[in-house]
């Protein structure tokens, strides 16, 4: 009788463990959610203002970086997309 004792006290004690972890990384989801909400909402109501004010040199940013991009795009399509074995195209459609 002891034995079954400490087992079922043993569960409980863990299921008891388990429970406050749940509810605390539920509790903690929910304000980090709330928290990213009003990141979001800060971004939402400042960034235009900000690019109206600073078009040009956001523009050539992003210009260069676009270029960038299209640079490591091409060296990967070299490299692996291109090796990527293709059967023969066939068109499906028979009318």
């Known amino acids: 009788m002891i034995v079954e004792r400490t087992a079922v006290y043993f569960n409980q004690k863990l299921?008891?463990?388990?429970?406050?972890k749940f509810f605390s990384l539920s509790l903690l989801s929910l304000v980090l959610t709330f928290l990213f909400g009003i990141v979001v909402f800060l971004?939402?109501?400042t960034l235009p203002v900000l690019y109206e004010k600073y078009e040009d040199q956001v523009d050539d940013v992003a210009a260069k970086a676009m270029v960038q991009v299209n640079k490591q795009y091409a060296v990967l399509d070299a490299k692996v997309l291109q090796k990527i074995p293709r059967?023969?195209?066939?068109?499906?459609k028979q009318h």
């Open 15 to 20: 299921f008891n463990v388990l429970l406050k």
């Open 43 to 45: 971004a939402l109501y």
């Open 87 to 92: 059967g023969p195209f066939t068109d499906k």
